[in-house]
C-alpha cells in the first residue's frame, strides 16, 4: 500500500515539505509535488527525494504546443521522478509520450479537475457532463501510449473499463469518511476509490494537515488494504 498512496506535499516550502516526509518515514514511499512546493525549491527537493529512494510524482499538469511539451518532458525524465502529470490533450499526450520514450517514466493524463463540476465546465466552454468528458479523455489517452489517467474516484470503475489493468488509473479529491471537501467538489472515500479500480490514491490535507500525521496516513492505508482484500 505505500507505493499505491500519494502523499500531496501541497505546502509553502522544502522545509515543512520535509517535516511530512519524516514523519511519514517507512510508512509512505510515493510524494506528489505541485506548483506550491515547485516554485519554492520543490524541484531540487524532487531530486532529492528520489536519491534517498522515494519516488515522486511531479504534478506540473503540462500544456503546450508540441515542440515545448516534448522538450520539457524530456528534462523531467533526467530527474529521475516516477510520474508526470499533463493536460489530456491528444496532441500534447503524443509528442510527451514521444518524448518519454524509454526513460522509465509514467506520464499521466489529467482528464477533468476534482475541483470541476458540470457547471465550471459549461463555464469554460465545455458541451459535455464530468463524466463524458473524463471518458473521452480516458480513450484518447490511452490511444496516445499514456500510462495512466488522473480522475476522480467517482469515474474510476467507468475509466477502468475504458483503460484497461494496465494502465495507472490515479485519484485525487480523497477524502476519508467525516473529513471536510474543501475546494473539492467530488470526493470519494479511500476505500470506494480502490473498489471502483483506483491503483493510486492522492490524499493531501487529510494528512498534511493532520495533528497526527502518521496516525492519519496509517488509517488510510489500512482502509485501503481492508478494501484491497475484501472477497479475497
Do not use: W
Not at 518515514?25 to 529512494?53: M, W
Not at 458541451?127 to 489517467?149: F, H, K, T
Not at 477524502?175 to 479500480?197: C, M, N
Amino acid at each position: 500500500m505505500d507505493e499505491r498512496l500519494i502523499v500531496g506535499l501541497d505546502l509553502p516550502g522544502v522545509k515543512e515539505a520535509a517535516e511530512v516526509v519524516r514523519a511519514l518515514e517507512g510508512a509512505v514511499n510515493v510524494y506528489k509535488i505541485g506548483y506550491q512546493l515547485a516554485f519554492a525549491g520543490g524541484l531540487d527537493f524532487a531530486r532529492e527525494l528520489t536519491a534517498d529512494g522515494k519516488r515522486v510524482f511531479l504534478d506540473m499538469k503540462l500544456l503546450d504546443i508540441d515542440n515545448t511539451v516534448a522538450k520539457g518532458v524530456e528534462q523531467v525524465a533526467r530527474m529521475g521522478v516516477s510520474m508526470l502529470t499533463l493536460h489530456a490533450y491528444p496532441k500534447a499526450m503524443r509528442a510527451a509520450v514521444e518524448a518519454a520514450h524509454g526513460s522509465g517514466l509514467t506520464l499521466l493524463a489529467v482528464s477533468v479537475l476534482t475541483s470541476m463540476d458540470a457547471r465550471d465546465l459549461a463555464e469554460a466552454g465545455y458541451a459535455y457532463e464530468p463524466d463524458a468528458l473524463v471518458s473521452r479523455r480516458a480513450g484518447q489517452a490511452r490511444a496516445a501510449g499514456m500510462g495512466g489517467i488522473v480522475c476522480s474516484a467517482a469515474e474510476a470503475e467507468a475509466v477502468r473499463r475504458i483503460v484497461g489493468e494496465d494502465m495507472a488509473v490515479v485519484t485525487p479529491g480523497i477524502r476519508p469518511a467525516g473529513s471536510a471537501h474543501g475546494d473539492q467538489k467530488r470526493v470519494v472515500t479511500p476505500a470506494d476509490a480502490i473498489r471502483a479500480g483506483a491503483s493510486h490514491l492522492v490524499v493531501a490535507r487529510p494528512i498534511i494537515g493532520a495533528v497526527d500525521r502518521r496516525a492519519a496516513a496509517e488509517a488510510i492505508l489500512a482502509e485501503m488494504k481492508n478494501a484491497t482484500t475484501e472477497g479475497a
